[in-house]
């Protein structure tokens, strides 16, 4: 199993950006499927983007053209770029692994709360 933990959420401004970071520890050297999740209050947990091991990106409709994922492999890091932020992207953001081969995310991190003010 791999650990997870989120950092970077925080507060912003409706067109502001902020980048969130997920660190693997543990079990790294497997073959992930890294993704970004997020649960607004009251709905479901929706997935954001997601990264294969192989550098195969994909982004929700939601986001796509204001969100960008990207991996640091040397340092264990999955990143969730935020540009042009509105209010209804404010949600828990989770960080995710999913081992090849299996068939749901095993591994989930804490989350972290992001907020967008208008």
């Known amino acids: 199993q791999v650990q997870l933990s989120e950092s970077g959420g925080g507060l912003a401004t409706a067109g502001g950006s902020l980048r969130l970071a997920c660190a693997a520890s543990?079990?790294?050297?497997?073959?992930?499927?890294m993704a970004w999740f997020r649960q607004a209050p009251g709905k479901e947990r929706e997935l954001v983007a997601y990264?294969?091991?192989?550098?195969?990106?994909g982004i929700s409709d939601s986001v796509k053209g204001r969100f960008t994922i990207s991996s640091d492999d040397a340092k264990n890091t999955v990143y969730l770029q935020m540009n042009s932020l509105k209010p209804e992207d404010t949600a828990v953001y989770y960080c995710?692994?999913?081992?090849?081969?299996?068939?749901?995310?095993?591994?989930w991190g804490q989350g972290t709360q992001v907020t967008v003010s208008s």
């Open positions: 990264i294969t091991w192989t550098g195969i990106t």
């Open positions: 995710a692994a999913r081992l090849s081969g299996e068939g749901l995310f095993g591994s």
């Open positions: 543990g079990r790294t050297d497997g073959r992930y499927t």
